[in-house]
């Protein structure tokens, strides 16, 4: 039987808001390089609130979703 992703989006906890698109890919652990999150993010794969991204300095404020790699996870402050 074939395993499933988890069913809904991961609250990840940041200091403050807001922060930068770019960032919160590297700290949610949906990118594992700022090259990577600049990469992702510029070919479009990178989704914030159910729309493409392209701006990788686009600051993110609570309750945000942001979706990448079939995997979504949402600002939360704490």
């Known amino acids: 039987m074939a395993t499933t992703p988890a069913a809904g989006p991961r ?3 940041v200091r403050e808001v807001p922060i930068e698109l770019s960032q919160f890919l590297k700290f949610g652990g949906l990118a594992a390089t700022g090259g990577e999150a600049k990469s992702v993010i510029s070919a479009g794969q990178v989704q914030l609130n159910g729309v493409v ?10 309750g945000d979703k942001v979706t990448c790699g079939g995997q979504t996870i949402v600002v939360q402050v704490g």
């Open 11 to 13: 609250l990840v906890r």
């Open 53 to 62: 991204e392209t701006q990788r300095g686009k600051k993110l404020r609570a």
